[in-house]
């Protein structure tokens, strides 16, 4: 249909009159507001980008059904109307040629279309037949309504807790970090912070291509002739070091080190904010044998513990310089000077993730670098909801809504409050976490392999698992073994699957996120998805109503009603498990306002859904002032603007470990890593992400500009390594590791050097599967894997 | 050619609303919405020019059955220039009857 | 001579100014292709303090109303072309050239180009001279031609992969021609 110039403007000023005359008749504005039109019909309507945890936000151009154009928002705090490269071409997702648009079944070796009504009730008959075999393996990319549904569904629903992310992998140690330092999961500062701090540290941390726009954030400060020194601690150069006064680069996993040797200098030197810990701060070290919470120590013990940790001892296990340790010291130790740091994979995927998280918390209490604008230990996440979605909804095995957990007794009875569902539905024992769901599902079924039927969405297991041998792979020869995958394109995952169904994406549907740094955002559907594509959220509540009508008792609340009654104004049932009806009402919102009462029980507290219509994003606690406004928070425990903290408390961690308002400052020892180069597999393997590519490459390989920038994946190396094995710039090598081995050219001259026995191989290039020789070791609290491993490289015989 | 989005508020009788929904609809300059409420209608005007737009609102002002007209927003992305100056709407006729009884109270003054 | 208002001199300027971009943008990109192609890419330094413009920060962009093209003049003197070299303002075939130049090299009207030579983001601030202060012609435009920011990578990537890859297709990958769509 094409609208003339003069149609469109018309419609464009009835829908200001509409909403002018809803407001003088009810004194309110409609829910939805106006879209507004530009130059060349071209409608603008704002969505936050889909990519990174930074939270930009877009204005997306749409004509004829289509998105056309993306500008950065002005009116986005995060980003003020930039965007960064990834962002600029956000809108070429939606069109790269394979779309998925139909369900597909595996039928021998390839998939047939089916209908969706088949493909809906295959699952429901799984499941039906095995509810407890039944895994559902999300991720840190659903948007808040679609982990909320699958959350309930699975543990209010089927009394089942494997459900699990992908950002499992991403950011459980971090998670693991704030809740044993603070009592509760994530950071107290915001990206504030950057435009205040004088001393930025990136602990293995490159924002510059991970995260550009906060990096240009900070760095476009030098260019208003502002001071700030950027250290960048890391075993690689990235673009990030290129802007650094400091480039401090340490053995893998050494950084546990590092931390305690900061710690040792305030102590020693007596630089320590003496008021700040005594006020503010509780210790704690390991226990024996260990646990998540140790066991509480003196000052004087923590002291005793740190000592070790001179400059010296710390230079011989990390290979950095005893004299940056004390010039970090010194970074510490000037109460004039404030200090950020910033974390993402680094420092998550680590076996000591738990403990490298903590120690760099703890040197934030420790030196009162906490609390005031640019004073602050933040952590990065890499989705746009692994705050919002898997945090906060706690889509994780052992988690219930709103900082809850399935373990304890108060909060299973919380949840059933709020559900409506009868007590005792919601299962005591946490579920699998990702790795052992995997492993378990690869596990034949008379093995002890107690999952069969694995519901994928929105991620790229194929692609993304550690150690694919052993986690992915198995699965795919076992007959009983049930793989579903909802997504948007063709990936390394959907091509092992039994069942495909085609997702719509990002402005096809409503949706909600929340980024890194506790921002929750809003969008609209703003085109419709291609084919048959569906919403996940659609998808979940068909399934569920499927099972309700198959008499699975889970389906129903206390009073015998569906689980899921979406309800039109005047409270009559909808019924939008049939897609025809699924529009009619606005179901993100209802399920958003109904999971929105979790979120006061951790001071996590959400503003109604129409408040986030209006924002650019909201940080919680978004909390409601006497004149009706919602008001969001900046600095989390901090007096000056936090409203759950007492007047005249200063700082108040009001949900305390130890139930007195203080922080944890905690003591772990470094510890090797479980897996170090000898002499059969000498180089240190490191996996990561480019600037052109974001995560598996399912959407950024289909964008012209970025994959022509950047086709292939490729194994960075040192000259001097290649020299010594013979290898030239470009040769096609081997990379083996004790699990598997990738056929990939070497890339040892530019743009940047990796160090001496050390490889780096991003991993968004499905052709070239980097994870086929990765090691799935874990962290023992987040289990969260680790990032590095040992490998040797061979020459192809020639 | 300017558009404007206008908010009617109708009388409370019922033949009153009539009267004002039917004689809007019959003209051919406005797009009537659907009601709102019980008394408030989203209308489209188009006009040629700025000052035409405010004679039609003076226009559906003195319609029966309409008690009061909003003017939300005036849309005039596509006109060439804005040259019309408040001189334009001061040589209609009424206006001008307006002036010429001020510079009559002018000449009686001095 | 007729007296023209100010909206017509403000029209006559934006588009005087759009066609200035874009020769300065092909002027640009012509010549470091060259550069490239024929002695490798030569190092230009870095402007000095106070030789470019200095960025909004990022408090002062939400209240700074955004003024169209202020200070224009300033940045073409800086590269050394004559107004009057550039010909008549108002010819529609030079105008549909410099459209033309604009979006070559662009996803999208409006998207940042992408560069034609190996750039990182430290040593090329040149660029963002080239491009400072440009008109945002097109009302609701990216911030094409834009101020000086510090890290040109966040917005550009090159065109080509300039590197030594040897496409090793190791399976049938499942992306392939999708993205053939966007010429760019």
Known sequence: MKIGRRAFTKLGAMSVAVSAASRLAYGEVPERKPDRVGPDDITWNKAPCRFCGTGCHVQVGVKGGRVVSIAGDDKAEVNKGLCCVKGYHVGLILYGRDRLTTPMLRQGDGHVPISWEKAIDIIAQRIMAAPEKFAFYGSGQWTIPEGYIAQKFMKGGLSNNHIDPNARLCMASAVTGFLSTYGVDEPAGTFTDVDKADVVICWGNNPAEMHPILFSRLIDRRARGEKITLIDIGTRRTRTTDHAQHYLEFKPHTDTAIANGIAHLLIQKGTYDKTFVEKYCNFRGESDPPSMNGEAISFEEYKKRVAQYTPEYVEQISGVAASDIRMLGEVFSNPNQKVTSLWCMGMNQHTQGTAINRLVHGVHLLSGKFGTPGNAPTSLTGQPSACGTVREVGTLAHALPGGRVVANEAHRKDAEGLWNIPEGRINAKPGYHTVLMWEKFSTPTEQNGDISTLWVQVTNPGQTLPNLAKLFHPSRKLSDKFLIVSDVYPTATTRHADLILPSAMWVEKNGMVGNSERRTQQWFKMVEPPGQARDDVWQTLAVARRLFELGHPGMKDKDGRFLFAIKDEKGGEVPAWKWENFYRVNVDQQLFEEYRKFTTYKHKNLAPYNEYVKARGLRWPVVEQPDGSWRETQFRFAEHDDPFVKKGAGIQFYHSVTKDDRALIWFSPYNPPPESPDETYPFWLCTGRVLEHWHSGTMTMRVGPLRRAMPQAYIEMHREDARRLGVQDGETVIVESRRGRLEIPVLDRWPWKAPQGSLFVPFFDERLLINEVTLDAHDPWSKQPYKKCAVRVLRKAT | ?110 | MKHLDAYTTQRALSVGALVMTAVAFVGFFVGTEDTYEGRGYSYVPPPQNGDAPVVLSYQERMTTPRHVNSHFAASFSTLAISPEALGDATDPALRAQAREARQSGRAYEGAPPTVPHPMDQVEHLVVCRATVQGKHYWSRGPKISHERYTNCTQCHVERDARRPFAETNRGPSLWTQAFEDFIC
Do not use: K
């Open chain 2, 1 to 110: 050619m300017p558009v404007s989005s206008l908010v009617v508020t109708l009388h409370d009788e019922l033949s009153e609303r009539m009267a004002a929904l039917s004689q809007m609809e019959s003209t051919t300059y406005l797009t009537v919405g659907e009601i709102v409420g019980r008394v408030h209608v989203p209308v489209v005007c188009e006009s040629e020019s700025l000052s035409q737009g405010e004679a039609h609102v003076r226009e559906l002002m003195a319609m029966r059955g309409v008690v009061f007209v909003d003017v939300v927003m005036v849309d005039f992305s596509d006109l060439e220039e804005i040259n019309e100056s408040t001189r334009e709407r001061r040589i209609r006729p009424e206006v001008e009857w307006e002036l010429d009884l001020l510079a009559e109270s002018d000449r009686s003054d001095g």
